[in-house]
């Protein structure tokens, strides 16, 4: 193995763990008899040979740091009631079909349109009610869904999952400082349906 410079991954201002080192995917380093490897494909190679960066290079911008706990429990309808700004409108068409007696399955399309962001939220959870200006959901099958159907999407609300993440943002992230959680609006959201209609 021979040694390779990375000083091109050294990028600082890129991520919040910035310390002159090069960014990294630790899951790729290993440590052996006090030697530290580095699985890397050739394409990354070939360009961190020619001091430059790679197209993918976590260095590039595109590393926010490891996903705390709290957060990576998130579904995707709990991740827009943590945001504070909504700058798309989201359309989710979930297909309901019979498969094998006894057994059905389901599949689901999500649409995204960019819109202008016209309000930054400091109460979080915001209001059950501007959630439809921004998420649509439509069942489409041959009877009206259930709450079991309901359980199998990433479609509903966890109130323990979205206090969760909120009581780690709101101390740990600079834009979250400002925020108050609001308990009453978290509770306007139902369990065991999706938080719009459906």
């Known amino acids: 193995m021979k040694s390779v410079d990375l000083s091109v991954l050294i990028r600082r201002g890129v991520c919040s763990g910035d310390d002159g080192k090069p960014i990294l995917y630790k ?6 008899n006090g030697r530290i490897y580095l699985s890397i494909c050739v394409t990354c190679l070939t360009a961190i040979k020619h001091h430059r960066l790679p197209r993918r290079a976590l ?10 706990p709290p957060l990576q429990a998130l579904s995707f309808v709990e991740k ?4 504070k700004y ?27 349109f960019p819109q202008p962001i016209d309000k930054v939220y400091t109460v979080l959870p915001p209001p059950r009610d501007d959630l439809d200006d921004v998420l649509a959901i439509l069942f489409v099958g041959p009877c009206v869904p259930t709450e079991a159907d309901y359980r199998r999407t ?10 969760r993440a909120l009581e780690w943002l709101v101390p740990n992230n600079r834009e979250y400082a400002d925020v108050v959680i609001s308990p009453d609006n978290l509770a306007s959201y139902g369990e065991s349906e999706p938080p719009v209609g459906v």
Request: proline share 5%.
């Open 27 to 32: 899951a790729s380093l290993s440590h052996i």
């Open 154 to 163: 990433p479609l509903l609300v966890r109130h323990r999952v979205v206090s």
């Open 59 to 68: 260095a590039n911008g595109l590393w926010i740091g490891d996903i705390p």
């Open 80 to 83: 827009i009631l943590v945001a």
């Open 86 to 112: 909504r700058h798309n409108a989201c359309v989710v068409e979930v297909h309901q079909g019979n498969g094998a007696p006894g057994q059905r399955k389901m599949r689901a399309n999500t649409v995204i």
